[in-house]
C-alpha cells in the first residue's frame, strides 16, 4: 500500500469524523433534524468505502453497522433516542481510536464485537424480518445487468473520434459483481479508482457518482480512453476481489458527417485544484523565506552604501518579488480557527454530561484564519478554559432555576480581529468568581501570605487563580481539580506572544479573553537604537513615535509620564530596564550606529506602544525604522527574561532582541 494513499486516507478520515461528531451534537439537540441526519449517514457511507478500499476490515464493520442503524432513522423506521445517541457517539469515538492506531502504526487491541452487538441490538429490535434484511442490505437505484448500446452526446462522440485519431483505444467495460457482495460501492469505487490508473473514463452507466453510492444492482458498464490492450483491462479488472465477471469490447461510431472534429480527447480531465503539502516541506520553506529576507536587508544596506542607480533599481525589483513570495507563503501557513473549534461542541457535550449540566454552546468566527504554529499552540489552552467555565463557572440545572436562570447554561466563544491581533473570548453565563473567596484559597493553600492579601484588590483577580496549584475543586475528576490549569493556560499563551485577560461579574458569568498575533515567523516591527544594543518593538503594538523635551517628562507618584494630548502616560527607560550603559558617545550615534557629531541633542525619542486599554511610552537612544523581521526562537533560559519576546538577525548579521511588551508594563 502506498504511504501516499494511506496518509490521503487519515487526513480525509480523521475530518469525516470530525464532522461525524458535530453533527451527532445538532441532531441530538434537535432529533426531527433531518440535514444532520443525511449528512452523518453521507460521512459514515464515504468512511465506510475508503476503508475497505484501504482494506482496514474492522472500520469497515462498524461503519457499516452504523449505516445500517442510520439508514432506519432516515427512514424513518425508529425515532432518534438518547439511547441510540449514546450508542453512535460510543462507535465514533471507537472509529477515531482505530484510526488513530492505524496513524501511530500500532497494533490495534479494541474489541468492536462489543459495539456492533449494540448496534445490531437497535437494528434488529421490533422490526420485521422483511424489514430487517432490506436495513442490513440498502438497495437503491438500479440499472440494467448488461447494458447493450450506450447513447453518446455529440460532445463524447466528438472525443472518442479524436482519441482514435491518436491512436488509443476505446474499450466499453461491462463489470459484474458477485451476488453476495455486501459493499458493492466499495467495490464499485476501487474499480473506478483501478480504471482512472490505466486510462480516462469517459462515461459510467450508471454514473460514477450513483456508482460510488451503491445506487446499481451487481453489474455497470464504463468507456474508456487507454492505451492498454483489452486482455490487459480484463485481466486488471479480475485481480480485484467478488468481480464475477469482465466484459471488455471495443467501443464503434460512425464517421462524422462534415469536417472532422476539433476537440481534445483529454477536454474532459478534470483539472487538479489543490495539493496535499506535508507540514514539514511548508515549515522549511518558511525558514528559507525567512533566511532569503534577512539576505534582502543586508542587500538593501550594500546596495545604499554604493549608490548605484541601475543596482538600485535591480534591489527594488527584488525586494519587492520577495515581499510578494513571503506574503503568499503567509498565506499557506494559515487555517480558519475551526480547525481546532470544530472538536469543540463534541467535548463540550461529553463534558456537560459526566457533570450532570445543560449547556448550549455557541462558537462565532471560527472562519478567521490564523498561523497553523499557533493554533498547534492553543488547543490545549482552550480546552483548560473550556473545563474551567463547565465545573466553576456554569451551575446544575437545579441551581440556575433556584437563582430565576434557566437551566441550561450558555457557553460562548467569539473570534475577532483587534488592531492586527486575533482575540478569542471564552464566555459562560455562570456564578462568576467570588473574590475574597479566592483570596481565602490561596490563603489557605500558602500561595500569598497575608500581607499581600492585604494588598489584592478584585483587578488581580486573575494574578490569583492563575497561581501553580490553584484549584477551587474539591474534588478531583476528569474534568478538573488537579491544582493545574489556569497557570499553564497563561504560561503558554504569554510563551507564543499573547496575553490572557479575565473579567468576572458575580452570579452573572466570567469571560477569559486571548490576544494572540497573527504569526510566529515573519512579522514587522520598528527598530529602535538603546546605547549601542538594537531592539525590535512590533509594529501591531506601536500607537505613535514621538519626540518630546528631556523637562517635558515628569514625575508623578514616584513614576516618570508624559502628556500627549490630554493624555498621562507612563514612561519607561529602556536603558534602565535591561541594565544598558549610553555614554555621550552613544547619545550621538546615527541609524547605522555611526557617531554623528550634528546628531540635534535636547529632545528624547519615545515610542509609544499599546497592549489592551492601556498605553507605555518607551524611551529610546534612537528610532532607526521599520523592518520585516524574522522571529528566531530563543533558549528555555533566556525566555524567562522580562520583557523579551525572541530575537532577530539583522542585515549585518548582529543579533537583536524583541520586546514583549505585554510584560514590560
Do not use: W
Request: aromatic share 4%; net charge negative; glycine share 6%.
Amino acid at each position: 500500500m502506498q504511504d501516499s494513499y494511506r496518509e490521503l486516507f487519515l487526513s480525509e478520515s480523521q475530518e469525516y469524523l470530525s464532522n461525524i461528531s458535530n453533527r451527532l451534537v445538532k441532531l441530538e439537540s434537535n432529533p426531527s433534524d433531518p440535514e444532520s441526519l443525511n449528512e452523518i449517514f453521507r460521512c459514515v457511507h464515504t468512511l465506510k468505502g475508503m476503508s475497505a478500499t484501504m482494506g482496514y476490515e474492522r472500520l469497515t464493520q462498524l461503519s457499516h453497522h452504523m449505516e445500517d442503524l442510520l439508514e432506519e432513522l432516515r427512514g424513518q423506521k425508529r425515532k432518534v433516542t438518547p439511547e441510540i445517541m449514546d450508542v453512535l457517539f460510543a462507535s465514533v469515538d471507537v472509529l477515531s481510536e482505530l484510526v488513530e492506531d492505524i496513524k501511530t502504526n500500532r497494533e490495534s487491541e479494541i474489541n468492536i464485537s462489543a459495539y456492533i452487538s449494540e448496534l445490531e441490538q437497535i437494528i434488529h429490535s421490533d422490526i420485521p424480518s422483511a424489514s430487517k434484511a432490506e436495513a442490513a442490505f440498502p438497495r437503491g437505484k438500479t440499472s440494467p445487468v448488461h447494458p447493450e448500446s450506450i447513447e453518446f452526446s455529440e460532445e463524447e462522440l466528438k472525443a472518442i473520434r479524436y482519441a482514435k485519431s491518436k491512436g488509443f483505444n476505446i474499450f466499453k467495460i461491462n463489470i459484474r459483481l458477485v451476488s453476495d457482495c455486501l459493499m458493492k460501492e466499495s467495490r464499485a469505487f476501487l474499480i473506478i479508482t483501478n480504471l482512472k490508473k490505466i486510462g480516462e473514463i469517459l462515461k459510467a452507466v450508471p454514473p460514477v457518482e450513483e456508482l460510488e453510492k451503491g445506487f446499481f444492482d451487481f453489474s455497470f458498464s464504463v468507456v474508456l480512453i487507454t492505451r492498454e490492450a483489452q486482455a490487459v483491462i480484463r485481466q486488471e479488472m479480475m485481480m480485484i476481489s467478488e468481480v464475477e465477471g469482465v466484459y471488455v469490447n471495443p467501443v464503434e461510431v460512425s464517421a462524422p458527417v462534415g469536417p472532422a472534429a476539433n476537440t481534445p480527447a483529454h477536454a474532459y480531465i478534470k483539472k487538479i485544484q489543490s495539493l496535499r503539502i506535508p507540514i514539514e516541506r511548508l515549515d522549511k520553506i518558511m525558514n528559507l523565506i525567512g533566511e532569503l529576507a534577512i539576505a534582502r536587508i543586508r542587500l538593501s544596506q550594500i546596495v545604499a552604501n554604493i549608490k548605484e542607480e541601475s543596482l538600485e533599481e535591480a534591489s527594488v525589483l527584488l525586494s519587492s518579488l520577495i515581499s510578494a513570495l513571503q506574503d503568499e507563503i503567509m498565506q499557506t501557513r494559515l487555517l480558519p480557527v475551526a480547525y481546532i473549534l470544530d472538536t469543540f461542541p463534541r467535548m463540550v457535550r461529553d463534558m456537560a454530561k459526566k457533570e450532570e449540566k445543560r449547556i448550549d454552546l455557541e462558537i462565532v468566527g471560527s472562519d478567521i484564519e490564523l498561523d497553523r504554529v499557533i493554533l498547534d499552540e492553543i488547543g490545549d489552552p482552550l480546552v483548560h478554559l473550556i473545563r474551567n467555565s463547565i465545573d466553576h463557572g456554569i451551575e446544575s440545572p437545579q441551581e440556575r432555576k433556584a437563582v430565576g436562570k434557566p437551566p441550561a447554561g450558555k457557553l460562548q466563544i467569539l473570534v475577532s480581529r483587534q488592531k492586527g491581533q486575533i482575540s478569542i473570548e471564552i464566555s459562560d453565563d455562570g456564578r462568576g468568581v467570588e473574590f475574597d473567596a479566592v483570596k481565602n484559597i490561596a490563603l489557605r493553600k500558602g500561595l500569598i501570605t497575608q500581607e499581600e492579601a492585604d494588598g489584592l484588590d478584585d483587578k488581580k483577580v486573575l494574578d490569583l487563580i492563575s497561581l501553580p496549584g490553584f484549584s477551587t475543586s474539591e474534588k478531583i475528576t476528569d474534568i478538573s481539580g488537579r491544582g493545574v490549569g489556569l497557570d499553564a493556560v497563561k504560561s503558554k499563551i504569554e510563551s507564543i506572544g499573547g496575553r490572557l485577560d479575565f473579567t468576572t461579574n458575580l452570579g452573572k458569568g466570567s469571560t477569559f479573553i486571548l490576544s494572540l498575533p497573527f504569526t510566529l515567523a515573519i512579522i514587522k516591527a520598528m527598530l529602535v537604537r538603546v546605547g549601542k544594543e538594537v531592539f525590535a518593538v512590533p509594529l501591531i503594538n506601536i500607537r505613535e513615535t514621538i519626540k518630546v523635551e528631556k523637562h517635558d517628562i515628569k514625575v508623578l507618584q514616584n513614576l516618570e509620564v508624559i502628556r500627549v494630548r490630554e493624555e498621562i502616560i507612563p514612561v519607561l527607560r529602556l536603558d534602565k530596564e535591561f541594565v544598558i550603559t549610553i555614554s555621550p558617545e552613544d547619545k550621538n550615534r546615527n541609524a547605522l550606529g555611526e557617531i554623528n557629531s550634528n546628531q540635534e541633542d535636547g529632545r528624547v525619542p519615545i515610542v509609544i506602544v499599546e497592549f489592551g486599554k492601556h498605553s507605555l511610552g518607551l524611551v529610546v537612544s534612537q528610532v532607526i525604522g521599520e523592518q520585516d523581521i524574522v522571529v528566531k526562537p530563543l533558549t528555555s533560559l533566556i525566555k524567562r527574561t522580562r520583557g523579551i519576546a525572541g530575537a532577530t538577525i539583522l542585515g549585518d548579521g548582529k543579533v537583536a532582541l524583541i520586546l514583549d511588551i505585554m510584560s514590560l508594563k
